[in-house]
């Protein structure tokens, strides 16, 4: 069954930097399109970040666009969210999910805090 | 960016119908999908392109879309159907309603 498994989150200061990481297995990585999204406590989803099936497309909300980096291994079965100068109101649980249009299966999520 | 509107709450009798609207401009042009998530849980797709099912999703849950309100039905409402309720377009970006809440009376 498809599964994805995010991990990466923590507590960083502000204007530090943190990596995500999504394993993703039960159905073949290589063809599907990827995302993360993230949700503030409180808070509804928001699209973060978006790569293609062969990574040649990547696209960014405009609040993260200079700050964040979406990239994906395909001999790890891995998409990865690189977080740089980072800010509290970046503070969310972040999840990586699948698909194009519609996010068709999520991850659990990890919780990522900007605090001094 | 497209805006899209959802009423914060709905609350409907245990076995009856909650209709759950989705507003946004011309959103019949637009194909919407719609998600429910449990507290603690990640969101998991209901509904996608306005009225489909994925595999594994009763078929209690339906959707609609028309004019400039799409909608979420769910039929026979169960206990475990409390949760919250997003909508999600794309247009040139990815765009997800505030979501609903539904409470089982």
């Known amino acids: 069954q498809v599964q994805l498994v995010d991990s990466g989150g923590g507590v960083v200061q502000p204007g530090g930097s943190l990596r995500l990481s999504c394993v993703a297995s039960?159905?073949?990585?290589?063809?599907?399109?990827m995302h993360w999204v993230r949700q503030s406590p409180g808070g509804g989803p928001e699209w973060v970040a978006f790569?293609?099936?062969?990574?040649?497309?990547?696209n960014y909300a405009a609040s993260v666009k200079g700050r964040f980096t979406i990239s994906r291994d395909y001999s790890r079965n891995s998409l990865y969210l690189q977080m740089d100068s980072l800010r509290p109101d970046d503070t969310a649980v972040y999840y990586c999910?699948?698909?194009?249009?519609?996010?068709?299966?999520w991850g659990q999520g990890t919780l990522v805090t900007v605090s001094s | 960016s497209y805006e899209l509107t959802q009423p914060l709450s709905v609350s409907v009798a245990l076995g009856q119908t909650a209709t759950i609207a989705c507003g946004g401009n011309?959103?019949?042009?637009?194909?919407v999908h719609w998600y429910q998530q449990k507290p603690g849980q990640a969101p998991i797709l209901l509904i996608y392109?306005?009225?489909i099912r994925p595999s594994g999703i009763p078929e209690r849950f339906s959707g609609s879309n028309s004019g400039d309100t799409a909608t979420l039905t769910i039929g026979r409402v169960q206990v475990g159907d409390e949760a919250d309720y997003y909508c999600q377009v794309w247009d040139h970006t990815y765009a997800f309603g505030p979501g609903t809440k539904v409470t089982v009376l």
């Open positions: 011309n959103i019949a042009s637009k194909n």
């Open positions: 039960g159905f073949d990585f290589k063809d599907y399109a």
């Open positions: 392109r306005d009225n």
């Open positions: 999910a699948r698909g194009e249009m519609a996010f068709d299966f």
């Open positions: 790569i293609s099936y062969d990574g040649k497309d990547k």
